[in-house]
Nanobody
Framework: QVQLVESGGGSVQAGKSLRLSCAVS????????AAWLRQAPGKEREFVGA????????FYADFVRGRFTISRDNAKNTVYLQMNSLKPEDTAVYFC????????????????WGQGTQVTVSS
């Protein structure tokens, strides 16, 4: 069984940075693709970005490209989301998700989910 635990959320002012972490249990983490998704109040959960099992491939939603970076450290079983130049519209609960196989953009493709971490950006 794979378990994911996010951390690193908080409240920041617009223009600042945060780094989210997702700690993944399980000895076969290096076989799993991972993704970050977010859900703002009153809105549906949306894809933010994803990374392949080796970290060699990443892709992002248009609204974060150039500001957010996903990375992973398979030795530490951890996936990261570095968020720079944060905007108030980035306020949401951020979720980490994982799946065996290649990364995808649809939340239905992911089997394992964390509980989420709140990010609040004030203007």
């Amino acid at each position: 069984q794979v378990q994911l635990v996010e951390s690193g959320g908080g409240s920041v002012q617009a223009g600042k940075s945060l780094r989210l972490s997702c700690a993944v249990s399980g000895r076969t983490f290096n076989r799993y693709a991972a993704a970050w998704l977010r859900q703002a109040p009153g809105k549906e959960r949306e894809f933010v970005g994803a990374i392949s099992s080796t970290g060699g491939t990443t892709f992002y939603a248009d609204f974060v490209r150039g500001r957010f970076t996903i990375s992973r450290d398979n030795a530490k079983n951890t996936v990261y989301l570095q968020m720079n130049s944060l905007k108030p519209e980035d306020t949401a609960v951020y979720f980490c998700a994982a799946r065996l196989g290649p990364p995808g953009t649809r939340q239905s493709e992911y089997n394992y989910w964390g509980q989420g971490t709140q990010v609040t950006v004030s203007s």
